[in-house]
Every structure is written in structure tokens, then in C-alpha cells.
């Protein structure tokens, strides 16, 4: 049996017994509403500061995410760009 890592952008998250037609309609109708994940597929965490090099989410915030409400998911982005404004500021973004 082969085994390999799956990068965050290839975890389906779809229910595997939705009809195709009908997952492309709700994600359709989601995307429109829905805060985008900030995933970049990097996904390497940062022993110090503990957020992933890509995204720089938390590791909470990574596993909250597929199951967190439209407001949690829109405060996960904000205290992203908090953390990314702080690397900028500091030289190390």
C-alpha cells in the first residue's frame, strides 16, 4: 500500500456521497459567502512562534477551520493579518 502527505489544499472536504452537480452548486453558492481559507499549501509550522510559515495560522485555527461559523472564520483572518502586519513591521516578512 502507497502512502503519502497530503498537502492542505488536496484534504477533500466534500461528503463523498453528495452528487457531483449538487457539490458544485453549494460550493458555488458557499463561495460567495464564505470567508477564503488562507491556506497556501506550505503548510510548515514554525517551532518558535508556532504558525504555519504559510498561512500563519495556529494550529488551533487550522483545525477549527472547515468546521468554524462565518464570524469565527472572519476573526481567524483578522488575527492573521495582525500576525503578518507584526513579521512586516519587524523585518521578517
Known amino acids: 500500500?502507497?502512502?503519502r502527505k497530503l498537502?492542505?489544499?488536496e484534504v477533500a472536504t466534500r461528503p463523498l456521497s453528495a452528487p457531483s452537480s449538487l457539490w458544485n452548486t453549494r460550493l458555488s453558492d458557499e463561495a460567495a459567502s464564505e470567508p477564503v481559507s488562507p491556506c497556501t499549501g506550505v503548510c510548515t509550522i514554525d517551532p518558535v512562534a508556532r504558525t504555519c510559515l504559510g498561512c500563519a495560522r495556529t494550529l488551533a485555527e487550522i483545525e477549527r477551520w472547515f468546521g468554524a461559523t462565518r464570524?469565527?472564520?472572519q476573526?481567524?483572518?483578522r488575527a492573521v493579518?495582525?500576525?503578518k502586519a507584526l513579521a512586516d513591521a519587524a523585518g521578517g516578512g
Do not use: D, F, K
Open 1 to 3: 500500500m502507497l502512502i
Open 7 to 9: 498537502a492542505c489544499s
Open 71 to 73: 464570524a469565527e472564520r
Open 75 to 77: 476573526a481567524i483572518l
Open 81 to 83: 493579518a495582525g500576525r
